[in-house]
T-cell receptor, first 111, second 114 residues
Framework: GESVGLHLPTLSVQEGDNSIINCAYS??????FIWYKQESGKGPQFIID?????DKRQGQRVTVLLNKTVKHLSLQIAATQPGDSAVYFC??????????FGKGTRLHILP | DGGITQSPKYLFRKEGQNVTLSCEQN?????MYWYRQDPGQGLRLIYY???????QKGDIAEGYSVSREKKESFPLTVTSAQKNPTAFYLC?????????????FGSGTQLSVL
């Protein structure tokens, strides 16, 4: 479950490099996973999703990898741009239809 | 334009007062969700509804109440029993179970205590 009081971890990446954001999920019965991007003061925006019967899915400049053995999810962003600067959240859908979010990672783009 | 509308954008609550946050969607989605976000933290699930006239508690439902009388509306009431209500509240919707479960979010309501 969530831990109250923890600050978001931060990842700093040079512009043009690839970014990898990691997420550990808690429930082995979860069957659907989503990555969201949130800019300050706004609601989260959908980036990419993946079902538990897949281990990789690619979008435009983004790839999601799912490792069910260790309950790990990652988001890879290719050729990171200044507009990618935001907080990124993973989310899992559990068997009871709850969609639970991870703690998030703040991505800083260095010029 | 189709989407989710949350209102108001900013809301102030006095001690002992109940306040209601509005969430309306015209996406014809079956499922709707309420999340709370504290500064620098993730989203925590308050309540969710998979279908009209039915809803379930999330992880932090105490001090909150909801109703789902219409498919397009899922208002959240922050009651006086919620002792620390200051937060950013986010509403979301999706087509629902077994279909496209991707959540679409509103722009949020910032609630503060006077």
């Amino acid at each position: 479950g969530e831990s109250v009081g923890l600050h978001l971890p931060t990842l700093s990446v040079q512009e043009g490099d690839n970014s990898i954001i990691n997420c550990a999920y808690s429930n082995s019965a979860s069957d659907y996973f989503i990555w969201y991007k949130q800019e300050s003061g706004k609601g989260p925006q959908f980036i990419i999703d993946i079902r538990s019967n897949m281990d990789k899915r690619q979008g435009q400049r983004v790839t999601v990898l799912l490792n069910k053995t260790v309950k790990h999810l990652s988001l890879q962003i290719a050729a990171t741009q200044p507009g990618d600067s935001a907080v990124y959240f993973c989310a899992e859908k559990r068997r009871d239809d709850k969609i639970i979010f991870g703690k998030g990672t703040r991505l800083h783009i260095l010029p | 334009d189709g989407g989710i509308t949350q209102s108001p954008k900013y809301l102030f609550r006095k001690e002992g007062q109940n306040v209601t946050l509005s969430c309306e969607q015209n996406l014809n989605h079956d499922a709707m969700y309420w999340y709370r976000q504290d500064p620098g933290q993730g989203l925590r699930l308050i309540y969710y509804s998979q279908i009209v006239n039915d809803f379930q508690k999330g992880d932090i439902a105490e001090g909150y109440s909801v109703s789902r009388e219409k498919k397009e509306s899922f208002p959240l009431t922050v009651t006086s029993a919620q002792k620390n209500p200051t937060a950013f509240y986010l509403c979301a919707s999706s087509r629902g179970k077994g279909t496209n479960e991707k959540l679409f979010f509103g722009s949020g309501t910032q609630l503060s205590v006077l």
